[in-house]
């Protein structure tokens, strides 16, 4: 009898869990349909393409090959747009984190008005378009005399047109600095408010010199937001196009720009996908390692606190 009633009363309860899942589920399924119609299946299509033969009329079928991502590695061309794109995108990472802490400082530390003006400036030219900004550069750094940069110092008295700096890589590491700054002040100004103000002021109490105070405070407790900034510059400056065909020029060449060549001059489709296989594991690599530094920081300073 006891049992019985018992059984009664856990019926209610798993009849009401069980509506509880399929209420789950039938949530998750249209963001999971999303997700698998409009970026599963087009990956597998994007590497299924990399790995099939593209035959003398165009046409993409068996037999299975690697052929594409050898010329890849084993291309001297080909590698050395790899070798550039990977170049490119750590200079511009590094630069665009040695001009961030500045602008994030003053927008977690300066004063209200200050640091809201401050914001609106780094904010501010997102809104204008990627092409308007790199024809800026084209202005600024134009080979010629025409160029700013060569107009002002043939003014300065360095000869007409010194510096050579247009369609090459500098260029753009330079272009990309600009257009990919916010993105990396953004989140390291949010993991800059999160840092306690007495730790530095402590510091600084003790003798500690303010370089000394930003080396050893504030720029480990700033890691996640520069690692989250290195990966987002990082990773769009691997996949730009706009940028490095309007100033890199042949000696600037990036994946981006020879995926774009592939596609629409010389129509190799499995090189193309090949291409944008390895863009997409730049990417991913660059993530992964990153998550892999945080959650290392993070056991370290377990282990840390464990110990003490």
Known sequence: MTASVLQATDMPTRRAVLPKWLAGIAILLPA??????????????????????????GDISLPLTLS???????????????????????????????????LAMAIAYGKPL???ITMILVVLPMVVSVVVRTYGWQLVLGNSNTGVLNWLLQLIGFGPAPVKVMFTEWAIVIASVHVFLPLMVLPLAASLGRINPSLNEAARMLGAPAWRAFLRITLPLSVPGLLAGLTIVFSLTAASYVTPQMVGGNRGLMLGVLLEQ???TSFDWPMAAAIASVM????????VGVEWLVGRRAAARLRRSRAR
């Not at 990399?50 to 003398?56: A, D, F, I, W």
């Not at 080909?78 to 500045?102: D, E, I, K, N, Q």
């Not at 997409?280 to 993530?287: E, M």
């Open 32 to 57: 999971l349909a999303f997700l698998f119609t409009f970026l599963v299946l087009p990956s597998i299509i994007l590497l299924s393409y990399s790995v099939l033969t593209q035959s003398e009329s």
């Open 68 to 102: 594409s991502y050898q010329r890849l590695v084993s291309g001297p061309a080909y590698r050395h747009v790899v070798m550039t794109t990977l170049r490119v995108s750590v200079l511009t990472s590094l630069f665009a984190s040695l001009l961030a802490y500045p």
């Open 114 to 116: 200050f640091s809201r």
């Open 262 to 264: 592939q596609i629409n």
């Open 280 to 287: 997409v594991a730049i990417a991913l690599g660059a993530n």
